[in-house]
């Protein structure tokens, strides 16, 4: 049976990977995975770290998409990818990747999913969670200091320069795009049981978990 995708959209830090986490937990673990767009991002070794640092990673160029639509291609086919892993310290792919086999749903998230149509088209169920600009950046700011190796300093001038404008720009306008919108992502219990219940719906006994 074709693969149910399914896009989970919205700004930094609005949430995202924990309303995909939450439908995760809900069905079967075998049935289920989740795609990463940031795991897509360009690698740019061609340029020093120092200008690596200084990129707009904020803009949809900034992604692989062509890849991501390719394996989302193959594993409707029944094909597994290989699905790349990158690190946000270096702002590098790493050497290794992640197989990914098959499975009757896909969770594709991040930031841009919705707004290029090749991989918009590709969307059965989009989701975007709608989280307030406040909330996102307090959630960045930490989440950057603890996972990512950056500077408040660094932060603050990447928010400004990149994450805002393009937030703005293309995140916040690709909301039209949604079918569903989960306003404050991870805490809104009710929105996240609406789509796992509709999920169900479309997989069926495949997914009643
Ligand atoms: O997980 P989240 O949706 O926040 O990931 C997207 C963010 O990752 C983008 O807003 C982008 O600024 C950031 N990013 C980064 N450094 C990279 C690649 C992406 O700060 N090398």
């Known amino acids: 049976m074709r693969p149910l995708i399914i ?77 790349p892993r990158y690190d946000f310290k270096t702002h590098r792919r790493a050497p290794d990747s992640r197989r990914v086999a098959p ?22 169920i989009k989701i975007y969670v709608d989280t307030d600009a406040d909330i996102r950046a307090f959630r960045r700011i930490r989440r950057d200091i603890e996972h990512r190796g950056r500077t408040f300093d660094s932060i603050r001038e990447q928010y400004y320069r990149t994450v805002r404008p393009m937030h703005l720009m293309f995140v916040e306008p690709s909301k039209r795009w949604a079918d569903v919108i989960i306003p404050e992502g991870g805490d809104n219990k009710i929105g996240i049981d609406l789509v796992i219940a509709l999920i169900r719906q479309m997989r069926g006994a495949e997914m009643a978990g």
């Open 7 to 83: 896009g989970v959209a919205g700004g930094s830090g609005s949430g995202k990977t924990t309303v995909a986490r939450r439908i995760v937990e809900a069905l079967p673990p075998a049935g289920v995975n989740i795609l990463e767009h940031d795991a897509y991002y360009r690698d740019r070794g061609d340029i020093s770290y120092e200008e690596r640092c200084g990129l707009n990673f904020d803009h949809p160029e900034s992604l692989e998409t062509e890849l991501l639509v390719e394996h989302l291609a193959a594993l409707r086919e029944g094909a597994a990818i290989d699905v």
């Open 103 to 124: 499975t009757p749903v896909v969770i594709v998230e991040g930031i841009l999913v919705f707004v290029e149509a090749k991989l918009r088209d590709q969307l059965d």
